[in-house]
T-cell receptor, first 114, second 115 residues
Framework: GAVVSQHPSRVICKSGTSVKIECRSLDFQATTMFWYRQFPKQSLMLMATSNEGSKATYEQGVEKDKFLINHASLTLSTLTVTSAHPEDSSFYIC??????????FGSGTRLTVV | AQKVTQAQTEISVVEKEDVTLDCVYETRDTTYYLFWYKQPPSGELVFLIRRNSFDEQNEISGRYSWNFQKSTSSFNFTITASQVVDSAVYFCALSRMDSSYKLIFGSGTRLLVRP
């Protein structure tokens, strides 16, 4: 149990376009989902926490208008990188958890903006 | 403030050697969780262990063992008889003991096991 699916696994987009990344909990209802970003050879940094049906809470320094997070259902959260630029190229990974339970990570999305 | 330090950026060992990955953490909370994750080249995060702050018993799982020392704020990870498949980046992480499960990661240690 506790499987999280993240799509796409890799995406290349042109500078100025928007990219949507999906994170789905397949066999449980995720009350909380987290989005992390990892630059090459660096650690994972939390970007935002989203709870189903409410606005996401963004970490300091993360632009909420650039990284749009929607957690419309208990099984799906989406991260949209708007007007992507090369500096947004990174590995994005989500984690989904039930109430007071350990989060499960998705497989990650490698975004390359050219 | 919470912080996790993994001072070893990269470790290279020969297969069958034992290797210890260090993790030192800082927190003002009296209760918290500590984690280790493995990130192979494919990128996904593989959960290895979660330890809560009031359980200082060391744990062994096959070739893996963890040494939690609250007095020195350390949570070190040892791989015995390392194998090439152990090559990966290993992250230590810390979270508050609440419902958020927000993880603070260390910078990671890249382990290379050579045949």
């Amino acid at each position: 149990g506790a499987v999280v699916s993240q799509h796409p696994s890799r995406v290349i987009c042109k500078s100025g376009t928007s990219v949507k990344i999906e994170c789905r909990s397949l066999d449980f209802q995720a009350t909380t989902m987290f989005w992390y970003r990892q630059f090459p050879k660096q650690s994972l940094m939390l970007m935002a926490t989203s709870n189903e049906g409410s606005k996401a809470t963004y970490e300091q320094g993360v632009e909420k208008d650039k990284f749009l997070i929607n957690h419309a259902s208990l099984t799906l959260s989406t991260l949209t990188v708007t007007s992507a630029h090369p500096e947004d190229s990174s590995f994005y990974i989500c984690s989904a958890s039930r109430d007071r339970n350990l989060g499960t990570f998705g497989s990650g999305t490698r975004l390359t903006v050219v | 403030a919470q912080k996790v330090t993994q001072a070893q950026t990269e470790i290279s060992v020969v297969e069958k050697e034992d290797v210890t990955l260090d993790c030192v953490y800082e927190t003002r909370d009296t209760t918290y969780y500590l984690f280790w994750y493995k990130q192979p080249p494919s990128g996904e995060l593989v959960f290895l262990i979660r330890r809560n702050s009031f359980d200082e018993q060391n744990e062994i799982s096959g070739r893996y063992s963890w040494n939690f020392q609250k007095s020195t704020s350390s949570f070190n990870f040892t791989i015995t008889a390392s194998q090439v498949v152990d090559s990966a980046v290993y992250f230590c992480a810390l979270s508050r003991m609440d419902s958020s499960y927000k993880l603070i990661f260390g910078s990671g240690t890249r382990l290379l096991v050579r045949p």
